[in-house]
């Protein structure tokens, strides 16, 4: 990273990173005392990684304190926490706190860059307000996923730095990263779609090679049975994942509660189709309103908002937890600060609606019981599907 991009990320958000280090400190801190410093999602990576090194089963176990808390992650993702396996696990799970917090501080502060930098140009100021704002938005899940130890915040920064190493003609690297990536969290492999689609070839390759090598590690401690055995367990425990996590902002459960309650019909089983047809939509709504975007020209702008667009329509796409809005924070940062750029009081408007029902679910402040119901009708669900489609909206002047 070279000294004016130090200085450009860094030294012009200072207040940022003084303010959420506290705020997340904070946190834990009121976490630790009410009891809430779960970290169950880290109790299965520690647990896990445990049992793999010793030989025990890995897949279909319940770890820790959590009912749900069955390992469903790549046989290499095991290969990542033997480290912290060696640990004690509140000494391990408490330095996997600190590291998800500069984790989270980063990809709030990197996602607003590259929004910033590729998509308003690169004269763009990037200050502690828009920052901030971010922050506090996606406050309500950096949280969440920092109490149960989750790592969506750290896949995200890996998936920015991806970009910005792609843009840099770096695609080795870039590859590297979207490989760690898309093995921790197979979903994630929606993010190549653009990749391919703006033929970013290079990067594409150096990912499916880094996917396979990645692969393969596991086989050295298991041998070559052992390792099929292994990957067969892990496609068996992806697929059950769906019978028993089941989330109201899915495409899926939203036709069902708000447009075909009494269907029978699964939604879902066409994902991929659904993905594929909304990816096209998206690129040709983008082609048609970036011909026109009033900002300075930028042969990255459309990849940028194709990747991000996509990413936020995973909680939409995926029966998974409620932190996966965190994929959103992109178009938070680019929804704000368009709003600053060209202030217009009926937007703003729409904007505190949306953004109150997107990430006030919290009972803490909404009380539990009508937290719960904002939960069951799917508010935040409904209101990422706005954000998306004001992102693409205002996406043209």
């Known amino acids: 990273m070279n000294k004016d991009l130090q200085h450009t990320i860094f030294n012009n958000s200072k207040l940022y990173l003084i303010i959420s280090a506290v705020v997340i400190t904070l946190l834990l801190i009121i976490g630790y ?54 640990l004690p696990f509140h000494f391990a799970a408490m330095l996997n706190y600190i590291f998800l917090s500069l984790t989270m501080i980063t990809a709030v502060l990197s996602s607003s860059y590259l929004v910033g930098k590729v998509i308003y140009g690169e004269k763009n100021n990037i200050g502690n307000k828009i920052l901030l704002i ?16 989750n790592v969506n915040a750290l896949l995200l920064l890996l998936i920015c730095l991806a970009l910005f190493l ?11 990263l979207l490989a760690v990536a898309i093995l921790f969290k197979p979903y994630l492999l929606i993010v190549v779609l653009p990749l391919l689609g703006n ?39 992806l697929l059950e994942h769906n019978f028993y996590i089941v989330s109201p902002f899915t495409f899926d459960s939203l036709i069902k509660n ?18 594929i047809f909304i990816y096209g939509l998206i690129k040709l709504m983008l082609r048609i309103s970036g011909s026109r975007f009033e900002f300075p020209a930028s042969s ?16 939409n796409l995926v029966n998974t937890d409620t932190q996966q809005l965190l994929y959103t924070i992109p178009l938070v940062a680019f929804l704000i600060q368009y709003i600053i750029i060209k202030p217009n009081r009926y ?12 990430s006030v679910d919290q009972p803490d ?27 693409g909206f205002v996406f043209a002047p």
């Open 166 to 176: 792609t843009r840099k003609s770096k695609p080795i690297i870039a590859g590297f």
């Open 33 to 86: 005392l009410n009891g809430k410093f779960w970290g169950m999602d880290f109790e299965v990576y520690y647990y896990a990684a445990q049992s793999f090194f010793v030989g025990d089963t890995v897949y279909g176990v319940a770890y820790g304190s959590s009912e749900v808390g069955f390992y469903k992650y790549s046989p290499f993702v095991l290969l990542l926490y033997a480290p912290a396996s060696l």
């Open 134 to 149: 971010v922050f506090f938005l996606s406050l309500t899940f950096l949280n969440r996923d920092l109490l149960v130890g």
């Open 365 to 391: 402040i909404l009380g539990k019981s009508l937290s719960q119901t904002f939960y069951q009708m799917g508010l935040s669900g409904l209101s990422n599907l706005v954000i998306i489609f004001l992102s």
């Open 199 to 237: 033929k970013k070839f290079k990067t594409f390759l150096s990912f499916l090679v880094f996917v396979l090598a990645l692969s393969v590690l596991p086989f050295l401690f298991t041998g070559w049975s052992g390792g099929n055995q292994l990957y067969h367990n892990w496609v068996v425990a």
């Open 258 to 275: 708000y447009l075909l309650p009494s269907s029978t019909f699964n939604f879902s089983i066409y994902a991929i189709v659904l993905v």
């Open 347 to 358: 937007l703003l408007i729409i904007y505190i609606i949306v953004f109150f029902f997107f």
């Open 300 to 315: 990255d702008r459309l990849l940028f908002m194709e990747l991000f667009i996509l990413l936020a329509l995973i909680p």
